[in-house]
């Protein structure tokens, strides 16, 4: 069932760690905000605030960058964002003394057992979703990633093909709830392959990466002696990265997401694309707080005569 009302954090949150990518270390907070705060993240270095939006993304290669015009960049938000729409979090502040959120083990694991133990809370407050009206695709010359209309939720269904005997062909299906990304897709981690570090390390990237953080492939295998999380352990990963960068457009979202051979560039390109088409989607309201209507009734608004408050986070109407 659809969560009827908005939800943030129970108490503040604080975790650190390396950047991935930067190698810096930096202490992440993590806040209770009010409705239709959306995700807000505050570096400590800067007066300015970015807020988790479309329009602030400004890369999307390896990892997802957010900036509005001209504050200081956050990089690589995709899993903390994945944990709270994984959760269903909807408004939380994030304060931050560095370029980058820490990669912590490489998954979103425990970004979930730091908010476990808070708890995630209502506000009274309508929630809102972002129902997906008309297939939208994307292709590249090697994958495609799509969205088409589903009203039970965000359903995944990612593949991935790598020639790799370690990865090949993977595929995961399953509809988003807080308990399936806690079981499958939260602690699935980072992956990378030993052939590409120093091409990644002259660009300036992975300086940050270890084999505490990332699973490690070469030509034979798998280098981390713990071995891997899940059999598919590759696959999963690049689906709690899909839920992340989905939540980008600022609403919980009513689809299904098919991507093959995805990364965070297509991801962002389908929700941009998706984005750019005003009637492939239209603002729906769970049900009016106060309102005498049975659990789980939709309520939409008019996407003519809107007569919602529409945050300011989500699609322009």
Not at 105 to 121: H, L, W
Not at 185 to 192: D, S, V
Not at 269 to 290: C, P
Not at 295 to 304: C, E, F, M, T
Request: glycine share 10%.
């Amino acid at each position: 069932m659809n969560a009827v009302r908005q939800t943030t954090i129970g108490d503040v949150v604080t975790l650190s760690g390396v950047g991935v990518h930067s190698g810096k270390e930096a202490r992440l907070s993590l806040a209770p905000a009010s409705a239709d705060t959306g995700i807000l993240f505050h570096r400590t270095d800067s007066s300015q605030s970015v807020r988790a939006s479309r329009h602030a993304v400004r890369g999307s290669d390896l990892a997802t960058v957010l900036r509005d015009e001209s504050g200081p960049a956050v990089s690589t938000v995709e899993h903390l964002m994945a944990c709270f729409a994984g959760l269903g979090i909807d408004n939380a502040h994030v304060e931050i003394d560095g370029p980058e959120v820490p990669i912590l083990d490489g998954s979103a694991g425990e970004f979930v057992a730091a908010i476990d133990q808070v708890g995630v809370v209502d506000i009274a407050a309508p929630r809102r979703y972002l129902r997906v009206l008309k297939k939208i695709r994307v292709e590249t010359e090697h994958g495609f990633g799509e969205l088409s209309p589903y009203d039970a939720g965000l359903r995944l269904e990612v593949e991935i093909d790598f020639a790799h005997a370690a990865i090949g062909r993977q595929r995961y299906a399953a509809t988003l709830s807080p308990g399936v990304f806690r079981k499958e897709l939260a602690t699935a981690r980072t992956f990378g392959f030993v052939a590409d570090v120093e091409r990644l390390w002259q660009a300036g990237y992975a300086l940050g990466a270890s084999l505490d953080n990332t699973i490690c492939l070469d030509a034979d295998g798998v280098l981390n002696t713990t071995g891997l999380r899940f059999a598919d352990e590759f696959v999963r990963h690049k689906a709690m990265d899909a839920v992340g960068d989905l939540a980008i457009s600022g609403l919980p979202l009513l689809a299904r997401f098919r991507s093959y051979k995805g990364g965070h560039k297509l991801n962002f390109a389908v929700v941009d694309a998706l984005l750019s088409d005003r009637s492939a989607y239209e603002v729906v309201e769970a049900g009016l707080v106060d309102a005498k209507l049975p659990a789980g009734r939709s309520v939409r608004s008019n996407a003519g005569l809107v007569d919602v408050a529409v945050p300011a986070y989500a699609p322009e109407l």
